[in-house]
């Protein structure tokens, strides 16, 4: 009976069922494809994203944005720290960009008032105490009326905040949001062989090189589970190479004297080079150095592996260290081309080593266990150290990720140490990091720093310890912060801070004025993502 109905349909209503059928299949099946069917795709265009970060101070405050003098966008303005979007595809000239505070009056017994904590232009962040931003409203020397760069972000009168935002304002397509990703932990050991004695080796105990030269160790393995498995004390040219040094100074049952597992002394000419260190010092120790390096000339550590360095205290000061060079006659030391995984408190610290030279620590990869278990205080310290104007320590091409979850920790801190000198000289360039713990770059006082074309991002491993991607600070302890130079960075960090929408590129609070030159970076830079890692 169906089947005789269905036959009796005309020709045309049958070929529009059709045309039905296909195009609902079309649609179930590919949405890209659909809309180009029914004609609604939508075209992106390129746009400027304008962000203020404000606050009021009764919450009845109201602000508004000028192109040109003209007022684009007008906004309420709440207690709390929010964003307040305005957007346009029309370039925005950087000259005539102002926010402005515009019904200032007393309320309830309280003065209005407005503070603009920062603009953010197409992900650009621009701080409004920068000096390059001129402000009408301040409270200065008992008046508002004062126009000038003042170093504030608070208007307590009507007035103005005028922003030089360089090609920041150029409409541009949006931008993906950073992929969210859990941190992948780090390779097993013994990279595939390619480094250390791995198989048919001679096992050997505690090495003493003490005032030997011209010597060559290789192709053994060394252990010494009680304490320290080579001594390099006022040696010449001596070479370690394809060495696997394992279980040395575990030391399982108390205290021990030694605690430099190599130990380099006043020596001169010394290699270590295509060897694996690992599993070395235990956490029932603290305070181990696996590298000590101490007033030597022409150190050398390259392409090695350099593998848990345990850390009984989660990174602070009695943990244990992977590389410590200290005293001032050290010189022409080279850090270069090494793989760290779990390397204790800090893969790499200088210490207490005054006008040092020639001194380079340069493409290593350095990382910390994944799921936020790092051991990491500071991956790279510098700790009352200075270089010297004609020969800064470098620190130069290195990828290091996975710290936290210290909440006192960085990837690489700069001016770190009391005393009369601090720490100067030193230059950070073109380094990586993913995911730093608690700060990415601290720049804590000192003088003559170079940071420069560093990219830092910090995507979804987020946690209490998680606070800024790039800190520029004079901390108390910390004698002087003057002549840096912070430049072309790529900064995108997230933390949990709800009141920074969940990020924090930047912590730059105006107390290193100077000749601190920080410009032509990009804070907030949504086109960053863990895929840095990679290239």
């Given at each position: 009976m169906?089947?005789?109905?269905?036959?009796r349909?005309?020709?045309?209503?049958?070929?529009?069922?059709?045309?039905?059928?296909?195009?609902?299949?079309?649609?179930?099946t590919?949405?890209?494809?659909a809309a180009?069917?029914?004609g609604?795709?939508k075209?992106?265009?390129?746009t400027?994203?304008?962000?203020?970060?404000?606050?009021g101070?009764?919450?009845?405050e109201?602000?508004?944005?000028?192109?040109?003098?003209?007022?684009?966008?007008?906004?309420?303005?709440?207690?709390r720290?929010?964003?307040?979007?305005y957007s346009?595809?029309?370039t925005?000239?950087?000259?005539?960009?102002?926010?402005?505070?515009?019904?200032?009056?007393?309320?309830?017994?309280?003065?209005?008032?407005?503070?603009?904590?920062?603009?953010?232009?197409?992900g650009?962040q621009?701080?409004t105490?920068?000096?390059?931003?001129?402000?009408?409203?301040?409270w200065?020397?008992?008046?508002c009326?004062?126009?000038?760069i003042?170093?504030?972000?608070?208007?307590?009168c009507?007035?103005?905040?005028?922003?030089?935002i360089?090609?920041?304002g150029?409409p541009q397509?949006?931008?993906?949001?950073?992929?969210?990703?859990?941190?992948?932990?780090?390779?097993?050991?013994?990279?595939?062989?390619?480094?250390?004695?791995?198989q048919?080796c001679?096992v050997?105990g505690f090495?003493?090189?003490?005032?030997?030269?011209?010597?060559?160790?290789?192709?053994v393995?060394i252990t010494n589970?009680?304490g320290?498995?080579?001594?390099?004390r006022e040696?010449?040219?001596?070479?370690?190479?394809?060495?696997t040094?394992?279980?040395?100074?575990?030391?399982?049952?108390?205290?021990?004297?030694?605690k430099?597992?190599?130990?380099?002394?006043?020596?001169?000419?010394?290699?270590?080079?295509?060897s694996l260190?690992?599993?070395?010092?235990?956490?029932?120790?603290?305070?181990?150095?696996l590298?000590h390096?101490h007033n030597?000339?022409?150190?050398?550590?390259?392409?090695?592996?350099?593998?848990n360095?345990?850390?009984?205290?989660?990174?602070?000061?009695?943990?244990?260290r992977?590389?410590?060079?200290?005293?001032?006659?050290s010189?022409?030391?080279?850090?270069?081309?090494?793989?760290?995984?779990?390397?204790?408190?800090?893969?790499?610290?200088?210490s207490?080593?005054?006008?040092?030279?020639?001194i380079?620590?340069?493409?290593?990869?350095?990382?910390?266990?994944?799921?936020?278990?790092?051991?990491?205080?500071?991956?790279?310290?510098?700790?009352?150290?200075?270089?010297?104007?004609?020969?800064?320590?470098?620190?130069?091409?290195?990828y290091m990720?996975?710290?936290?979850?210290?909440?006192s920790?960085?990837?690489?801190i700069?001016?770190?140490?009391?005393?009369?000198f601090?720490?100067?000289?030193i230059?950070?360039?073109?380094?990586?990091?993913?995911?730093?713990g608690?700060?990415?770059i601290?720049v804590?006082?000192g003088h003559h720093?170079v940071?420069?074309?560093n990219?830092?991002?910090?995507?979804?491993?987020?946690?209490?310890?998680?606070?800024?991607?790039l800190?520029?600070?004079?901390?108390?302890?910390?004698?002087?912060?003057?002549?840096h130079?912070i430049?072309?960075?790529?900064?995108?960090?997230?933390?949990q801070?709800?009141?920074h929408d969940?990020t924090?590129?930047t912590?730059?609070?105006?107390?290193?004025?100077?000749?601190?030159?920080?410009?032509?970076?990009?804070?907030?830079?949504?086109?960053?993502?863990?895929?840095?890692w990679d290239?």
């Amino acid at each position: 009976m169906l089947s005789l109905q269905a036959s009796r349909v005309p020709r045309c209503v049958a070929l529009l069922a059709l045309a039905m059928a296909t195009l609902a299949s079309l649609l179930a099946t590919s949405p890209a494809a659909a809309a180009t069917a029914t004609g609604q795709i939508k075209q992106q265009r390129a746009t400027v994203e304008v962000a203020i970060f404000a606050k009021g101070g009764t919450g009845l405050e109201r602000v508004e944005l000028r192109v040109d003098g003209e007022t684009v966008a007008s906004f309420s303005v709440t207690t709390r720290l929010s964003e307040y979007t305005y957007s346009t595809t029309s370039t925005i000239d950087s000259r005539s960009l102002s926010v402005h505070f515009v019904n200032d009056a007393p309320s309830a017994g309280t003065d209005r008032r407005v503070t603009i904590d920062r603009l953010v232009v197409n992900g650009t962040q621009f701080q409004t105490e920068a000096a390059s931003v001129e402000m009408l409203g301040a409270w200065v020397n008992g008046s508002c009326k004062r126009r000038g760069i003042h170093r504030a972000e608070t208007m307590t009168c009507n007035g103005y905040a005028k922003f030089d935002i360089g090609t920041a304002g150029r409409p541009q397509l949006p931008q993906p949001a950073a992929p969210r990703r859990a941190k992948r932990d780090f390779p097993k050991a013994g990279n595939n062989g390619q480094v250390g004695c791995i198989q048919r080796c001679r096992v050997v105990g505690f090495q003493d090189f003490d005032g030997k030269k011209d010597a060559v160790l290789e192709n053994v393995i060394i252990t010494n589970p009680s304490g320290p498995c080579l001594s390099l004390r006022e040696s010449e040219n001596i070479t370690i190479r394809n060495v696997t040094l394992r279980n040395c100074a575990n030391n399982p049952n108390g205290e021990i004297a030694q605690k430099k597992i190599i130990d380099i002394v006043n020596s001169t000419n010394i290699k270590i080079v295509g060897s694996l260190l690992t599993d070395n010092a235990s956490r029932s120790t603290s305070n181990h150095d696996l590298i000590h390096i101490h007033n030597s000339t022409g150190v050398k550590v390259y392409n090695n592996e350099i593998r848990n360095v345990a850390s009984n205290s989660r990174g602070d000061d009695r943990g244990n260290r992977a590389i410590l060079i200290t005293g001032s006659k050290s010189k022409n030391v080279m850090i270069d081309r090494n793989s760290f995984f779990s390397p204790g408190r800090n893969a790499v610290q200088i210490s207490r080593a005054r006008r040092i030279t020639n001194i380079r620590i340069t493409r290593n990869r350095i990382e910390g266990r994944a799921r936020w278990n790092s051991d990491f205080e500071d991956m790279i310290n510098f700790f009352s150290t200075t270089g010297t104007p004609e020969s800064p320590i470098v620190v130069r091409g290195n990828y290091m990720r996975n710290g936290g979850p210290s909440a006192s920790g960085t990837a690489i801190i700069l001016g770190d140490g009391r005393g009369r000198f601090g720490t100067a000289y030193i230059n950070v360039v073109k380094n990586v990091i993913v995911d730093p713990g608690h700060v990415g770059i601290n720049v804590a006082g000192g003088h003559h720093f170079v940071v420069r074309g560093n990219t830092i991002y910090g995507g979804a491993d987020v946690g209490l310890w998680t606070a800024t991607g790039l800190t520029v600070n004079h901390y108390r302890y910390t004698p002087v912060c003057r002549d840096h130079k912070i430049y072309g960075n790529r900064v995108f960090l997230r933390n949990q801070f709800p009141q920074h929408d969940g990020t924090n590129h930047t912590w730059i609070p105006g107390t290193c004025t100077n000749n601190v030159r920080i410009h032509s970076n990009r804070f907030g830079d949504r086109t960053l993502s863990y895929e840095v890692w990679d290239l």
